[in-house]
């Protein structure tokens, strides 16, 4: 069972409610904006902590009524919807980032493939400010592969990019699929994203 | 510019009530604006114009206070000086504490200004990535925020070399003790034929002040540069 999850979860005076289990490969939770799903992906990746239910990914519990897994102990690769590369850092030392804090967990790419795998070779001196929106989203999916995840969460990593953009991002994405043999939980309201790229869909509306 | 031997200890005397001011309120002052910034509890306000009340204050009232609070017949001055023979009362050290208090105000906004100015997002984004809330607070947090701690200093440190009326009410003007550079110009001020010390130490605080706030200025520029050409 790649994802395990049944969370109940506080947001803004409402309470959100979700039950899923999924398979291998690419799980789309999709719903109109405003239905939870960024909360949901916070509760799982332990920035939000829910109220009642359980966690469990890949087998390992990572919330329950016992358990609270701290954020940094859970190895998500956390791809966020507004990138959020560090900017006093360069390219290099974005990516570098989770990969020298990865503790004793054994890499699961290595940095030059890394670099090649997103084609961001010529980008690595260069400061956040000045990527273009795609560029920084390698970036970050870059960042996160590097500090070799369990599972990563996808939260509308397409949404500040382009027609032509998204298209090598969701090629990009299905390529991390086939290549690696992590879950990916992926937040989506656009109908053609999730029917091409999900496996299994969670339907929040 | 030449000065004298005694000019020369006023201006160190200055320098080091004033660095060790800033020293010793910079870890408080970043605490305090960290709980301004961050943290939402009951009675915030109140914090917020306590920190504030220096700056309104007059400067003889809080040296007053001082003196009250740290004085050798008060509570607080009688356990410093029975556990540790310390006292403020007269002491350089008292000149630093009333320097420090004066600077806390402005220190405490520089640094709220720039801790607010740190996305918490970036901090959730470091700790998704393997970073425990310290190494986010050291790796993300504090570099993003430099800019205004940077300004806190320098502006502590000028606030520090111009403190006047707290200073002379707590510690006195005791040449070679609490005789700082704005004391010791009152003092010329005072002298028969005193002019023209009070001239030349009255340059060299310009200088210093002017010289503090250029390096402020520059900092803040910078610090909002980067805010200009934020990230996506």
């Not at chain 2, 009340?53 to 029975?82: D, E, R």
Request: charged share 15%.
């Amino acid at each position: 069972m790649s994802f395990d999850i049944d969370i109940q979860v506080q947001r803004g005076g409402r309470c959100i409610q979700t039950q899923f289990k999924t398979g291998p490969g690419i799980t789309a939770l999709f719903g109109p904006s405003g239905a939870g799903k960024t909360s949901i992906l916070q509760a799982i990746a332990g920035l939000l902590t829910p109220t009642a239910g359980h966690i469990i990914v890949n087998d390992h519990c990572l919330y329950d009524a016992t358990t609270n897994v701290s954020t940094h102990l859970r190895r998500c690769g956390f791809i966020f919807q507004d990138v959020r590369l560090f900017r006093h850092l360069n390219v290099a030392a974005n990516l570098r980032y989770g990969l020298n804090r990865r503790g004793a967990a054994e890499p699961i790419i290595n940095f030059d493939d890394a670099v090649a795998f997103l084609g961001i070779g010529g980008l690595l001196t260069r400061q956040p400010a000045t990527l273009s929106g795609g560029e920084a989203q390698r970036v970050a999916i870059g960042r996160a592969l590097l500090a070799a995840p369990r599972f990563l969460l996808m939260d509308e990593p397409l949404t500040s990019l382009d027609h032509a953009r998204r298209d090598e991002i969701m090629e990009l994405i299905e390529r991390i699929r086939d290549q690696f043999t992590l879950p990916i939980l992926y937040v989506s309201h656009d109908r053609a994203e999730v029917s091409r790229l999900a496996d299994f869909v969670v339907d929040l509306s | 510019m030449l000065l004298t031997t005694d000019e020369w200890a006023i201006v160190a005397l200055s320098l080091r009530v004033s660095l060790v001011a800033v020293g010793f309120m910079l870890p408080i002052a970043f605490a305090l604006a960290w709980v301004l910034a961050r943290t939402h509890f009951v009675g915030k306000v109140l914090l917020d114009a306590l920190v504030h009340l220096p700056l309104v204050l007059p400067p003889v009232v809080t040296g007053w206070l001082l003196l009250i609070l740290f004085g050798n017949t008060s509570p607080v001055g009688h356990a410093l000086m029975a556990w540790f023979g310390f006292s403020f009362i007269f002491r350089w050290t008292g000149a630093a504490l009333a320097a420090a208090i004066m600077a806390l105000p402005l220190m405490v906004r520089a640094i709220r200004l720039s801790l607010e100015a740190v996305d918490p997002r970036l901090e959730n984004a470091a700790r998704t990535l393997g970073a425990t809330p310290w190494d986010s607070f050291f790796s993300i947090t504090l570099p993003l925020a430099l800019p205004g701690v940077l300004a806190a200093i320098v502006l502590g440190f000028a606030r520090s070399l111009g403190e006047f009326g707290a200073t002379i009410t707590f510690v006195s003007n005791i040449p070679g003790e609490t005789q700082t550079l704005p004391l010791a110009i009152y003092s010329a001020l005072q002298t028969p034929n005193g002019d023209a010390m009070a001239v030349q130490l009255s340059l060299i605080s310009i200088g210093l002040s002017l010289g503090a706030l250029i390096v402020s200025e520059l900092l803040m520029r910078r610090a909002s540069k980067a805010e200009q050409t934020r990230v996506v």
